[in-house]
């Protein structure tokens, strides 16, 4: 197991920015390629942005491309998030998640962050 705790969110006015975090416990956090997904209301979970083990490779959803920007620092099991230039259809509960290998299956979740943008 590798519990994840999501902090971070908030309510932001659209063009805004906030930092999503991500925090694991354990030991093996540096061995996992880790995610972000988010879900609005009335819809699915959808992919935001993944980050393999060391930081080398991320990819990101095209709706978040040039916005939003996925880290990691392995010695703070710590994933984040930065978004910028926020939009109201960003509105959602934030998931990040941990995988093996690459691209990531994701085994582990977290229990979400909200995060609101007001237009």
């Known amino acids: 197991q590798v519990p994840l705790v999501e902090s971070g969110g908030g309510s932001v006015q659209a063009g805004g920015s906030l930092r999503l975090s991500c925090t694991a416990s354990?030991?093996?956090?540096?061995?996992?390629?880790m995610g972000w997904f988010r879900q609005a209301p009335g819809k699915e979970r959808e992919f935001v942005a993944a980050?393999?083990?060391?930081?080398?490779?991320?990819y990101y959803a095209d709706s978040v491309k040039g916005r939003f920007t996925i880290s990691r620092d392995n010695a703070k099991n710590t994933v984040y998030l930065q978004m910028n230039s926020l939009k109201p259809e960003d509105t959602a509960v934030y998931y990040c998640?941990?995988?093996?290998?690459?691209?990531?299956?994701?085994?582990?979740w977290g229990q979400g962050t909200q995060v609101t943008v007001s237009s």
């Open positions: 998640a941990a995988g093996s290998s690459w691209p990531p299956s994701y085994k582990y």
């Open positions: 354990g030991r093996t956090f540096s061995s996992y390629a």
């Open positions: 980050i393999n083990w060391s930081g080398g490779s991320t």
